[in-house]
């Protein structure tokens, strides 16, 4: 699938709100350097970092919305030492 779709979807509905967009733009940037096409697997801690989000409840805030727009399907991992999968929803 490519990254201009989901791009260009998002932009047009969530692009006024600058966490949700730096935290959908990582997500793409680590599913490219994965070289996968619509599963990533990343820490939270990798993702909070990239996207300069400091708080857990604002990161895991900004994943349930991702979610619930219909962007991603997130399954938590939990655990520290296990990555979590992020599924890009095709649009």
């Known amino acids: 699938m490519e990254l201009q779709v989901y791009i260009t979807g998002f932009m047009e509905v969530i ?18 350097m994965q070289n996968s096409i619509d599963t990533v697997s990343v820490f939270s ?9 400091c708080s857990v409840r604002n990161y895991y805030s900004c994943m349930k919305d991702l979610k619930e727009f219909g962007y991603i ?8 030492s296990e990555a979590s999968s992020i599924y890009l929803v095709k649009p």
């Open 73 to 80: 399907k997130y399954v938590p991992s939990f655990s520290p």
């Open 15 to 32: 692009a006024d709100d600058p966490r949700h967009l730096s935290l959908f733009l990582a997500i793409l940037h680590f599913s490219y």
């Open 45 to 53: 801690r990798e993702l909070r970092k990239q996207v300069k989000i």
